[in-house]
Every structure is written in C-alpha cells, then in structure tokens.
C-alpha cells in the first residue's frame, strides 16, 4: 500500500475552513484515497474517500489532485467537535487500510 | 446498540495470562478486523478476516491469535500476555461495496478495549 505523509498538527480557528493535505506520492491507478478522524477516547470514524474526482458529503470536501499524488480534506466551518486526529489513507486493493499517526487538529475560539 | 461491540472495554491483567477481547457486530458485514493502537504510532493491523473460514495476519501478528466463531463474531487472544502489549485494541468491519471494488471499503469501529498488562 502506499504511503502518506500529513503534518503532525494543525490549528484552527472556530468556524473558519480548515484545509489538510496529505501527500501520497507512490499511489497506483486502483488505490482509494481515505480519510478517518479519532475523537478523543473513541475509535476512528469514516469521513470520506474518493478514487479520483473531488467529493463532497456532509462532513467534509475531498479534493483529489489531478495526479493524484496529494489531496486535501476541507472542513468548510471548523467546531470544536472537529477536534480530532485525522488520518489519510491510501487503500489497496486488499482492503486493508494502514493507519499512520495522522495530522491532529486542534480548534480553537 | 453499538453496530460494533467490544467487550471488555477495560481489562488489567498479570504477565503470563491468557486474555481474550471480544467483538460482535450487527452491520452484517463479511470483513473483520483486529487493531492495536500504541502513543505515537497510530494503529497496526493484528489479523484480518474476510469471512468465517477466513483468518490473514497483519502487520503485528506475533503474540496474539484470532478465531472467527460467526459472521457476526471475531475474537483476539493473548495467550501469554506481557507488557508490551499493553495498548488500545479496536476491532473493526467492513463489507465490500456495491462499486468501487475492494479499495472502496469503508470500516467502522467499535469503541476499543484498554489492556493493561502488568
């Protein structure tokens, strides 16, 4: 599976956007791109994937790089539930998603 | 209810004994898999299991085993704990989409279980 790389951490102002990149530069043709986030004390939760074109669904944007060598995970109002560890993911066809340590977002007001 | 449940979800034990975490799930989901997250490291993949005759290792598989009793049911054992295994365990599911393929899959999680070895 590929790797990623995402800086350690990252600050946001509350109801700001928050943009965070990861980079994922030895990706293949099939890999999906993941995103999950770890509220403190809770396991991971979903927040979105994407193949190659850009995503939207309730809790965040995905925006796919066109060579698809990086993304960015757009939170388009930041609360202070945001605060999280987010991880990015580069999926495999063997469905196994290795989790790094991920970029954790800290909000404030 | 949890759609996954891992019991128990705090666990202290001695070097030398045999612990067992518990996970059931009503997702329906085929796919099950064992975690383990340590301070810094981010979470490792213990074992795997795409369906009940199904059993992968993963990343750190030394130290531990699995069974898969139901679909609904996966299971990781210690048989000699020791403290390095002292960590947070999360089981997960997943079931393959309807598109996408394998890469596509989505987990959820159960809330984890904090083993403690001493």
């Known amino acids: 599976d590929a790797k990623t790389t995402q800086p350690n951490s990252m600050e946001s102002n509350e109801e700001e956007p928050v943009h965070l990149p990861c980079n994922h530069s030895?990706?293949?043709?099939?890999?999906?791109i993941h995103w999950y986030r770890q509220l403190p004390s809770q396991g991971p939760e979903y927040v979105i994937h994407?193949?190659?074109s850009n995503v939207n669904n309730r809790m965040a944007s995905l925006a796919i790089a066109e060579d698809r060598k990086s993304s960015t995970l757009i939170l388009h109002r930041a609360t202070l539930r945001d605060a999280a560890v987010y991880y990015c993911?580069?999926?495999?066809?063997?469905?196994?998603?290795?989790f790094g340590t991920g970029t954790r977002l800290q909000v404030t007001l | 209810d949890a759609d996954v449940t891992q019991t128990p979800r705090n666990r202290i034990t001695k070097t030398g004994k045999r612990i067992m975490l518990e996970c059931s799930q009503t997702?329906?989901?085929?796919?099950m898999y064992w975690y383990r997250q340590d301070p810094g490291l981010g979470l490792r993949l213990i074992y795997y299991?795409?369906?009940?005759?199904?059993?992968n290792k993963g990343e750190i598989s030394d130290g531990y085993s699995v069974s898969r009793q139901a679909q609904a049911k996966f299971s990781l054992s210690l048989e000699s704990a020791i403290p390095n295994q002292t960590a947070l365990y999360f089981c997960?599911?997943?079931?393959?989409?309807?598109?996408?393929?394998?890469?596509?899959?989505?987990?959820?999680f159960g809330a984890g279980s904090r083993l403690t070895v001493l």
């Open positions: 994407g193949l190659t």
């Open positions: 030895t990706i293949s043709g099939t890999d999906y």
């Open positions: 997702k329906g989901h085929d796919r």
């Open positions: 993911i580069v999926a495999g066809t063997a469905s196994k998603l290795t």
């Open positions: 299991s795409f369906d009940v005759k199904d059993i």
């Open positions: 997960a599911t997943s079931a393959v989409t309807g598109t996408g393929g394998a890469g596509a899959n989505v987990l959820t």
